[in-house]
């Protein structure tokens, strides 16, 4: 099981394309990369930080060892939650005006907000992230989250499947 911390770490990796979204949202194309460095060195020194994180949680998720053996029954695709969830918060933080500290304060509080409930709810599954990368969310029979790039039929198919535990009824199968 992952902790909470992880948690964390993967609900900031959730909105990596935010973070590219909001350094092409500061930078003024009529001024030199230099000077936009200058001029938004916290912003783009916070993004940057994030990105990193993001990038490195995710690939640390994307190649963690399967150490349990798990069965799934009559599997369902849910990715379609990722997109609804992604959208729902990512209009709202890109309205960002970072020379408007009412604006950036009240940011923040949301994505602390959405952090808190999506770390809390046990939903790091709702990561944009996993379908960039092919995989797909799934729920079974018994309401248990499966993170896979096979195909849901391969997967009833199968029986056993080697997994790792990530959560309460939450499951990564990360080998094609």
């Not at 900031?12 to 030199?32: A, E, T």
């Not at 053996?69 to 890109?94: G, H, K, M, Q, R």
């Not at 809390?120 to 248990?144: E, P, Q």
Request: a neutral charge; charged letters at 20%.
């Amino acid at each position: 099981m992952i902790t909470n911390t992880f948690k964390t770490l993967l609900f900031i990796s959730s909105f990596l394309p935010l973070y590219f979204i909001l350094m092409v949202k500061f930078y003024d194309f009529d001024k030199p990369f230099k000077c936009n460095l200058v001029e938004n060195t916290i912003p783009y020194s916070v993004l940057t930080l994030l990105i990193v994180i993001s990038i490195v949680t995710f690939l640390y998720f994307l190649f963690c060892e399967l150490n349990e053996e798990e069965e799934f029954e009559d599997i369902e695709n849910i990715d379609s939650e990722i997109l609804s969830y992604f959208i729902t918060y990512i209009v709202p933080l890109t309205t960002l005006k970072v020379d408007q500290i009412n604006g950036v304060l009240v940011n923040i509080l949301l994505f602390i907000v959405i952090g808190v409930f999506y770390v809390k709810s046990n939903i790091f599954y709702l990561n944009i992230l996993f379908t960039f990368s092919n995989f797909n969310v799934y729920t079974d029979k018994d309401k248990k989250i499966i993170i896979s790039k096979k195909k849901a039929q391969k997967i009833n198919e199968l029986g056993l499947v080697k997994v790792r535990k990530v959560g309460d009824k939450i499951y990564i199968i990360n080998k094609k």
